[in-house]
């Protein structure tokens, strides 16, 4: 037995921890740095870097599973408005890095405020549709679209179409789960249809030859479409069993680009075969329906779509990751969650899954 | 009642909405994996022998092209370095099980001798990862036939064409040209330090010595790539896009090939050094070390027994004497002390000594060559029958820090920074050099007694040819300096610019012409009247110079006698000169090592090469090598 002032201590840090989404969630934590070690131990270590990564993505995960949902339903309208002022920023001001201008310079550091908006924007939409819950109209779904679009098309125009799909997604999801009529979203659909050879026009040149490369990456084998056939064929050759871990020859011969960034998912899948494949996209899967369970319990309407959202948009990201390396969707700057290298997109995953858990356990305290 | 209801019932309509929602969200996702799954069975079982092979076979790789280097031509145009083209048989040892059995079965197709084994092994040791490597070169057309026929049999060797360095001249100018040799861990850092590499990826071979390492990045060129799809066998299947290279840039260069090798030839079997430069410009016309060795053995390796002759024979073949080799310069300090007495007002040129044959010092008698003396001696007599006395007086009322300061402007004891790597300093006696040559305390004193034999070249001093030549060649020009250089422009391979090397002088000495001429006029009287005027006799131009001779030996004041003394141990013999005298347009050092006097037999080299360079002819009656004035 622990004594009674550790005992409140322990009580007080896990109170507000979900066991199944922290198991998953570490279990998939371990998966990724024990693949950025084998993608990067040969050239730069980023075990260490990644693993500080994951660090500071706890201390977030818990601290934001700490605030009520009522106080984070506070957030909503602040970070959205911050996070539009600075996109436009960045629109006028942003450093250009490799074409794009998504970074905004502070002097001291650089910061990319399109990042914030993957929590802010389902935050905002979801307080919107909670405000006026019961009273729905077309027009409320209207009104949450343009709220949707604006920071969307920023993002889309610096390009990032990567964050722009995830951004447009979680905000799609709110609306979605908040009712949005069957008869708009098929009218949309239609609409997109007929708009597609416009966007088409509108698409920037690599954009457009990431999707050309996608329906034949033969066509440009050094170019656009290198990524995919390299990946294809770490993901190929890694046959059911995989050639074990640190063996992977697409891997440690450096054919694999970005391999641990963007592209992770072919080394692990290189070297840990359709076995390692299936675990962790059943660890995926086991996470996601935790998320819908905690949407589909959650008390309220902004729990309930905030839930919703942030969990499909955690499918999102695995989807489209696993789709571009494995060759069915196009490339797009999407990193797999919890795996792939880099600070800032695990510390977003995690605040995201820390909301769930402040769903999640919240509600449990409201109904004791 | 009514209006509480039905809010309510809006709610649960809305939350049983979101449930069928979020379980229709469920199925999407379910359904998602599953076609993410579909998608790994196909890639990994369906498919997976076909992604299997191509991970291991079907790679495409960047194939880098190496430019061609580039060539290397004297002032006149002739060439001293370029490349042919030739097969060699290469193996990669990654793609070879094994290794013994398929030299072994080589061995069998094509002769391999046990020399290519031992230089394949040493290859091996040194060599990057995933590099082929040579085990035969220069295949004859039959050999390459013969192997194509039996190709099959060795997977990961083939017969690749490859351009080669080669030395049309030989032995000729090799300390100034230096050699190419293959790449070695030292060289890859070398190159990583300078951010290299990425050109440097296909190049087997840097510049190891002289002007091809000294001008490496200039010669090398810019590295071209091919991109080509390779099969398991590592053959190339076919080219998907070529970026071709560009050629190393051409060096030509200050050195008169032909006047090189007249001079060189002028040495005959002995050992020594020439630096002959154009005063006007510091360009060297002729840079010789005796004996030279063939650079065209170091191209693809040194075989071991070539290594050992050059290395461990006793002439030290390997050794650039004229930039390496340093030596006292004798009297041929004396001019140049010379001047320094008129420029510091030590001496006017009229006024006289009486010279007994010796100058006593604390106690110590230092001796003049010339048993009795050369009686009333002026600056001219003292340079033109070299008398020691007139500089062993002179040089103890200088000084020794007025003589470095001196020397030190005129370059001696410093780098003459000609572009060869790795020139030695040598040593420009002063107090401050003691302090730093020796740690003991009682070493590091300056002796006022150690300055009287500065005089005369003696005593610690050590420079080597080319800076006596350097030296010379500013006295020549009257005081403008120039930085000695081998190099005279460099022709870029795309525009065709030419850049030139080194136009400005490097300092100007602000010496009264007077003195100048002084000095000079001093100079011809050695050659006409004094102790090289047999070396020179009948010459058709006005030439100046000064003969030297410098001890190797300490006889401890027994009488030197040339014949007694074992060849190593004889004196070595100097000459410096510049000509026409009045316009220079050749200014030289040289040295002879255990050659005795200067003027016996350094002057007659010089001689020959001003009768070559001036006249276009070799030299009917030079002097032979006996009964002359000694210097």
Redesign the interface.
């Given at each position: 037995m622990l004594p009674p002032l550790l005992h409140r201590i322990w009580v007080r840090l896990v109170e507000h921890l979900d066991g199944p989404l922290l198991l998953l969630t570490a279990s998939i934590m371990a998966t990724g740095l024990a693949t950025v070690y084998s993608a990067t131990y040969d050239a730069s270590n980023r075990l260490l870097a990644q693993a500080v990564n994951m660090a500071v993505g706890f201390c977030a995960m818990w601290l934001v599973a700490q605030l009520p949902p009522q106080k984070l339903m506070g957030f909503g309208v602040p970070l959205y408005v911050l996070g539009v002022i600075l996109l436009i920023c960045v629109f006028f001001f942003g450093v250009k890095v490799n074409g794009a201008r998504r970074w905004l310079s502070l002097g001291f550091t650089r910061i990319q405020p399109s990042e914030v908006l993957k929590i802010a924007v389902p935050l905002m939409l979801a307080w919107y549709f909670h405000k006026h819950e019961a009273m729905l109209r077309f027009r409320h779904y209207f009104f949450a679209c343009l709220l949707l679009l604006v920071p969307f098309a920023l993002i889309a125009k610096q390009p990032d179409l990567g964050t722009a799909i995830l951004v447009g997604a979680a905000g799609f999801y709110v609306i979605f789960l908040a009712g949005l009529p069957w008869q708009v979203i098929f009218g949309l659909f239609a609409a997109a249809a007929a708009a597609a050879p416009f966007v088409w026009t509108m698409l920037h040149d690599y954009q457009r030859k990431r999707i050309l490369t996608l329906i034949d990456p033969a066509s440009d084998p050094l170019g656009a479409g290198y990524h995919i056939i390299q990946s294809t064929i770490a993901i190929g050759s890694g046959g059911t069993f995989g050639k074990g871990w640190l063996e992977g020859t697409q891997t440690h011969l450096e054919f694999i680009p970005e391999r641990h960034t963007d592209f992770i998912f072919a080394v692990f899948s290189e070297e840990r075969g359709l076995l390692g494949n299936s675990i962790l996209v059943l660890l995926y899967f086991l996470l996601i329906v935790r998320g819908l369970m905690i949407a589909a319990n959650a008390s309220t309407l902004f729990a309930r779509v905030m839930a919703g959202s942030v969990t499909l948009s955690l499918f999102t990201y695995v989807f489209v990751n696993m789709g571009m390396v494995s060759g069915i969707l196009p490339v797009v700057g999407v990193p797999l969650p919890f795996m792939s290298y880099g600070g800032t997109a695990l510390v977003t995953l995690s605040v995201g899954i820390g909301i769930l858990m402040s769903i999640q356990t919240h509600r449990m305290l409201v109904r004791k | 009642m009514l209006a509480g209801q039905l809010?309510l019932n809006?709610?649960d309509r809305?939350?049983s909405?979101?449930?069928f929602?979020?379980?229709l969200?469920?199925v999407a996702?379910?359904a998602?994996?599953v076609?993410?799954?579909v998608?790994?069975?196909h890639?990994?079982?369906l498919?997976?022998a076909?992604?299997?092979t191509?991970?291991?076979d079907n790679?495409?790789s960047l194939v880098p092209i190496v430019p061609n280097r580039g060539v290397i031509v004297d002032r006149n145009g002739t060439v001293l370095a370029h490349n042919y083209s030739a097969f060699t048989l290469e193996i990669t040892p990654s793609k070879v099980a094994d290794l013994e059995a398929t030299i072994e079965g080589l061995g069998k197709v094509i002769e391999v001798l046990p020399k290519d084994r031992k230089r394949f092994r040493r290859l091996l040791e040194e060599s990057k990862n995933f590099e082929s490597l040579p085990i035969r070169t220069r295949l004859s057309e039959e050999e390459v036939a013969r192997f194509a026929a039996n190709r099959y049999l060795f997977p990961g060797v083939e017969v690749k064409a490859r351009l080669f360095r080669q030395y049309p001249l030989g032995p000729i100018a090799a300390h100034a040209i230096g050699y190419i040799n293959r790449i070695n861990k030292r060289d890859l850092e070398i190159i990583e330090e300078n951010e290299q590499a990425a050109n440097y990826k296909g190049t087997d071979h840097i510049g190891k010595t002289g002007l091809e390492q000294k001008y490496e990045y200039q010669l090398h060129g810019q590295t071209g790539y091919e991109?080509v799809e390779i099969d398991a066998g590592g053959r190339a299947i076919r080219s998907?896009?070529r970026t071709a290279p560009v050629q190393g840039n051409n060096l030509t260069l200050t050195l008169d090939i032909k006047l090189q090798e007249m001079a060189e030839k002028a040495f005959g079997d002995r050992r020594g050094a020439l630096v002959a430069i154009e005063p006007a410009s510091g360009g060297i016309l002729a840079l010789v070390s005796t004996p030279s060795f063939d650079p065209n053995l170091f191209v693809d390796g040194i075989r071991s027994d070539d290594w050992d002759l050059l290395n461990n024979s006793p002439d030290k073949p390997m050794l650039n004497r004229a930039l390496n080799g340093a030596y006292p310069p004798g009297s041929t300090f004396k001019p140049f002390m010379a001047l320094a007495a008129l420029e510091t007002g030590k001496r006017t040129p009229g006024q006289t000594i009486s010279d007994p044959g010796f100058f006593n010092f604390g106690g110590h008698q230092f001796r003049d060559d010339k048993k009795g003396g050369h009686g009333s001696v002026d600056m001219y007599k003292s340079i033109v029958h070299s008398c020691d006395t007139y500089y062993y007086m002179l040089a103890n009322d200088m000084g020794i820090d007025s003589i470095a300061r001196f020397m030190g402007q005129l370059g001696f004891g410093q780098r003459t920074e000609v572009d060869i790597e790795g020139e030695s300093e040598g040593v420009l006696p002063s107090p401050e050099w003691k302090k730093r040559r020796f740690k003991r305390p009682e070493q590091q004193k300056w002796f006022a007694g150690e300055t009287i034999s500065i005089g005369i070249g003696q005593g610690y001093n050590a420079y080597t040819p080319i800076q006596l030549a350097q030296a010379t060649a500013t006295i020549a020009n009257n005081g403008v300096m120039f930085r000695p250089h081998l190099v005279k422009y460099i022709t870029d391979s795309r525009s065709g610019e030419q850049t030139m090397i080194e136009p400005e002088p490097l300092r100007i000495l602000p010496w009264k012409r007077q003195n100048v001429e002084t000095i000079k006029k001093a100079m011809i009287g050695v050659n006409t009247a004094g102790t090289a005027a047999r070396a020179f006799a009948g010459a058709s131009y006005v030439s100046a110079g000064k003969t030297g001779t410098a001890q190797v030996f300490s006889l401890k004041g027994a009488e030197y006698r040339a014949s007694s003394v074992k060849k190593e141990l004889r004196d070595h013999a100097l000459f410096i000169a510049f000509a026409p005298a009045d316009q220079p347009k050749i200014a030289l050092a040289v040295l002879v090592e255990n050659g005795g006097f200067g003027a016996q037999s350094a002057a007659p080299i010089a001689r020959m090469v001003f009768d070559y360079y001036l006249l276009g002819k070799l030299p009917k009656g030079a002097a032979r090598e006996d009964d002359v004035e000694e210097d």
């Open positions: - | 809010p809006a709610t809305e939350l909405r979101f449930r929602r979020i379980a969200a469920g996702v379910f998602a994996f076609v993410l799954i998608r790994f069975v890639l990994q079982v498919q997976h076909y992604y299997t191509r991970a291991e790679r495409i991109q998907l896009s």
